[in-house]
């Protein structure tokens, strides 16, 4: 039996143990800004995402807890991106948080135990141990959503997330059971072990399959299980908002791969044939429908669609005509593709906060107009996030589409050579909303005069995030590669 081993556990017993302590210390802060409070989370999850680091370095591949979960270099990566997402969202978010009367300990904590979720999630070797680290993270976006209780649309967006977030949580448990009555196993290796014997009822795995796959891609945001994102993503506070559309994108990547690639491969013919019709939907409802919008935050909920499109798609090429010879280029370009596009949203909703005031959201279209006027600098890094987002050169958006498509077409498939092609006409598409915003910042008349003004270390920050969007395109090899290293030493050890 595999020992406890709960040093492999250090990460996630360090983030516990400190939530912990930041709610005890919260009470004593008098703060309205809640400083403390957000220093002290800021250092116990930077020491997280180094502890992570650290056992990224080694490279090993170890199993605790009685097997119930894996510590390899794909679980570390992914919760290194994790926690660097939640930091720089807890930097952008604490101005506005102040002026919403929302800078409570409750924020913080919450937050933590979002982080908590996801590593629990991206380190999962067992059915249960997926579904209590989503439940943890689930529970605490729900709680965070309804966070300003006096805001009709907030608390609306709330329920709707609650309700549609319980019936995924539903198909996905149904599924693992399904998987487990057929194999008789709750761990993803011996379900793997299991489904390769081919001793197993194939009719009952397959319909399992199909529930798995609509609770995962709900996580994921893809298309026909989209319908909470635009309500979520406009409803909720914007620091909640950039939460929900950061880091948790890492958490349902890992546990994809974890349960459909580790524990249900011998089944990819079956689940990336729906992969394939989600993918195809995501980008085509996500880039259309983000034509009409005039809220900012809601058009940006239909881009998310449609980029998690290109995701779907690269998990769906890891399997080729019955051998798995594409699938480290695959899922490792899909890790990439997620990577830019959470560096990219980070900066974007950012800045909408940044821009935004007591009394005044600057969430719609129209808010931008003229901002070259007012704020060149700002203009200039919203043009950079924009044109990633659109995969215009020499942006790290553009060189994640080509790892994607370069993915596909590199399996010398007809379908898939097709499915890079409508990629590719779909991304013309969603351009078009993308430029627009340019267009509206840099050529519109302004329809504020007033300028903008606002903290150094957030105006710092988004100069970074823009910089960073930048040189990581000019220089993706080295980001591509680590990726690529992460998911080859995972699947070899």
Not at 67 to 81: E, I, K, Q, R, Y
Not at 236 to 256: E, M, N, R, S
Request: charge should be neutral; proline fraction near 3%.
């Amino acid at each position: 039996m595999t020992p406890m081993n709960w040093a492999l556990l250090s990460p996630e017993i360090w983030l516990l143990v400190m939530a912990c302590v930041v709610l005890l210390v919260d009470l004593f802060v008098t703060d309205p800004q809640r400083g403390p409070t957000f220093w002290l989370t800021q250092a116990t999850v930077a020491v997280f995402a180094w502890l992570h680091l650290e056992g990224h370095d080694g490279g090993l591949t170890a199993y605790g807890m009685q097997g119930m979960v894996v510590v390899d270099p794909m679980g570390h990566l992914l919760a290194v991106f994790a926690a660097l997402a939640v930091m720089v969202t807890l930097a952008y978010a604490r101005p506005t948080l102040a002026s919403r009367d929302m800078a409570k300990g409750e924020f913080y904590l919450l937050a933590m135990f979002v982080l908590l979720g996801i590593s629990v999630m991206c380190s999962a070797n067992n059915f249960l141990v997926v579904y209590l680290g989503l439940e943890l993270m689930s529970l605490s976006l729900y709680s965070l959503t309804a966070l300003r209780r006096d805001h009709r649309v907030a608390t609306e967006a709330a329920m709707k997330y609650f309700v549609l977030g319980a019936l995924a949580s539903g198909f996905l448990l149904y599924g693992l059971s399904m998987m487990y009555g057929a194999t008789g196993t709750l761990e993803i290796p011996k379900t793997f072990e299991q489904i390769a014997g081919g001793r197993i009822n194939k009719e009952v795995l397959v319909f399992g399959v199909v529930f798995v796959v609509a609770g995962l891609g709900f996580k994921l945001g893809a298309v026909p299980f989209h319908m909470w994102v635009p309500d979520v993503y406009q409803g909720a506070p914007t620091a909640v908002t950039l939460l929900i559309g950061g880091a948790p994108k890492f958490a349902a990547f890992a546990i994809t791969i974890r349960l459909l690639v580790e524990g249900m491969l011998g089944l990819a013919i079956d689940w990336q044939q729906m992969f394939i019709v989600m993918a195809v939907g995501s980008l085509a409802v996500g880039n259309v429908a983000a034509i009409a919008q005039t809220n900012l935050k809601r058009m940006l909920a239909y881009s998310t669609i449609a980029q998690m499109g290109f995701v779907v798609l690269g998990l769906s090429a890891g399997v080729v005509s019955g051998n798995t010879l594409s699938a480290a280029n695959a899922y490792s370009s899909a890790m990439f593709y997620l990577v830019a596009y959470v560096l990219t949203t980070l900066g974007t909703f950012g800045l909408i906060m940044y821009l935004s005031r007591q009394g005044f959201e600057s969430e719609e279209v129209a808010d931008f107009a003229g901002l070259a006027r007012r704020a060149p600098w700002a203009a200039g890094v919203m043009t950079i996030f924009m044109f990633s987002l659109a995969g215009v050169p020499p942006m790290i958006g553009f060189f994640a589409k080509l790892s994607v498509i370069q993915a596909l077409v590199t399996t010398n498939q007809a379908l898939y050579i097709w499915l890079a092609v409508i990629a590719v006409l779909f991304s013309l598409v969603g351009a078009y909303y993308y430029i627009r915003i340019v267009k509206v910042m840099w050529f519109d008349e302004p329809g504020q005069t007033s300028p903008v003004q606002r903290g150094q270390g957030v105006t710092a920050l988004l100069a970074l995030n823009g910089a960073a969007v930048l040189i990581f395109g000019l220089f993706s090899g080295g980001l591509m590669a680590l990726c690529r290293d992460a998911i080859q030493r995972t699947f070899t050890t």
